[in-house]
């Protein structure tokens, strides 16, 4: 099954700025669907944290955003805090497979 | 406030069947779609299919296709997901996520709490 490619895992110290790649082809993010994100605590459900272009669910701060470009689409988060360890992991829909896909999924660590 | 609750855990044997359970509260419940997603220990999310919870229209993932089916009650807001012929490679955590319109594809929001379905002889 089509899957959209992120890296395993990205570190930061407190403070720092980390961004998370999310690669598709031109059948889901390249086909022009939009991009969402979720973050997963550990041992809970994921939650919706971004989605669309730049559009947050109320409680999410404006330290999350998001790009997209091509068949690929990018989280980012600025001013890295302890309670951003999760992981987290991208959404979209690819029309080859009429089906919704996820990303691998990032484990973020703040150092 | 918009809340998907799930049933309980669930283990089964090697070829049986499950069935989970989603209610929902706090919004008009057929006016969205209940979509269902696994996961597995360690792995990443998987969609699994999903349901209009205002026609019963239902859409399932290739790799499903025939062991799943997804089913409403809108009388008591719930949507049931049935997985049949389980194998040991089912055994996951089992999310219902509501779907949520965005430029022609949805976005899970919110989601249950999770149903760990173990698969064990």
């Known amino acids: 099954q089509s899957v959209l490619t992120q890296p395993p895992s990205v570190s930061g110290a407190p403070g720092q700025r980390v961004t998370i790649s999310c690669t598709g082809n031109?059948?889901?993010?390249?086909?022009?669907?939009?991009v969402h994100w979720y973050q997963q605590l550990p041992g809970t459900a994921p939650k919706l944290l971004i989605y669309g272009n730049n559009n947050r669910p109320s409680g999410v701060p404006d330290r999350f955003s998001v790009s997209k470009s091509g068949t690929s689409a990018s989280l980012a988060i600025t001013g890295l805090q302890g309670d951003d360890e999760a992981d987290y992991y991208c959404?979209?829909?690819?029309?080859?497979?009429?089906?919704?896909?996820f990303g691998t999924g990032t484990k973020v660590s703040v150092l | 406030q918009v809340q998907l609750v799930q049933s309980g855990a669930e283990v089964k044997k090697p070829g049986a069947s499950v069935k989970v359970s989603c209610k929902a509260s706090?919004?008009?419940?057929?006016?969205?779609?209940i979509h269902w997603v696994r996961q597995a220990p360690g792995q990443r999310l998987e969609w699994m299919g999903w349901i209009v919870a205002g026609n019963g229209n239902t859409k399932y993932s290739q790799k499903f296709q025939g062991r799943v089916s997804i089913t409403r009650d809108t009388s008591a807001k719930t949507v049931y997901m049935d997985l049949s012929s389980l194998r040991f490679e089912d055994t996951a955590v089992y999310y219902c996520a509501r779907g949520v319109a965005v430029a022609g594809m949805d976005s899970f929001d919110p989601w249950g709490q999770g149903t760990l379905v173990t698969v064990s002889s």
């Open positions: 031109s059948s889901n993010i390249g086909a022009g669907y939009d």
């Open positions: 706090g919004y008009t419940f057929t006016t969205y779609a």
């Open positions: 959404q979209s829909y690819d029309t080859s497979l009429s089906a919704y896909v």
